[in-house]
């Protein structure tokens, strides 16, 4: 590779690093063009990019990033898969692919300014998504006013109740 284009990919490469909130990094050795071509595909569904980067231009782009803290994990052949949304998609579309594609296993990443291992990135891929997750909040943020509101009118019944049967014996007496 040239040398302005190697500059170049550097450039684009750090600035994509600095803005990025969530980075896989996978080694991805023994797949065929197959393989990638459906975890490409698979991934840019979920709004992910899976980009194959040289190890010395990484490098050199990671400093100054929170991609550094993954120095030591950029040997072998490496891609990144980088996202700026939610970080369950990707995770959840490379467990299911990793099961039909023995060779392609995850190194490390980070979400936010956390360092995560391979391992915790197979429990995030167990997670329900963000969505999901949001939904449940809401629905209990609902339901709790509601219930709220039932257990003050149950004390009010109760009351209404004593107070009527008092009236009720007061009138035969």
């Known amino acids: 590779m040239e040398r302005q284009k190697k500059t170049k ?6 600035s994509k690093l600095k ?4 980075l896989f990094l996978a080694d991805f050795s023994g797949m065929n063009v197959a393989q990638v071509t459906k975890l490409r595909r698979e991934l840019r569904g979920v709004g992910t990019e899976f980009t194959v ?3 010395t231009l ?13 120095y030591d994990k950029f040997d072998g052949p490496n891609a990144i898969i980088c996202t700026n949304g939610d970080p369950i998609g990707p995770a959840k579309v490379i467990a299911g692919l990793a099961k039909e594609i023995p060779n392609l296993k995850m ?3 980070y979400i936010g300014n956390r360092t995560i291992t391979a391992e915790e990135i ?11 997750l949001l939904g449940k909040l809401v629905g209990l943020l609902k339901g709790q006013p509601a219930r709220l509101v039932y257990a003050l009118s149950g ?3 109760r009351l209404m109740l004593v107070l009527n049967s008092i ?5 035969q007496a």
């Open 167 to 171: 009236k009720a014996q007061k009138e």
């Open 19 to 22: 803005e990025l909130d969530c």
């Open 155 to 157: 004390n009010l019944n």
């Open 107 to 109: 190194k490390a990443g």
């Open 9 to 14: 990919v550097v450039e684009e490469l750090g």
């Open 122 to 132: 197979q429990r995030l891929a167990t997670l329900p998504s963000r969505d999901v």
């Open 53 to 55: 980067v040289k190890n």
């Open 58 to 70: 990484l490098r050199i782009a990671s400093k100054g990033t929170k991609a550094e803290a993954l």
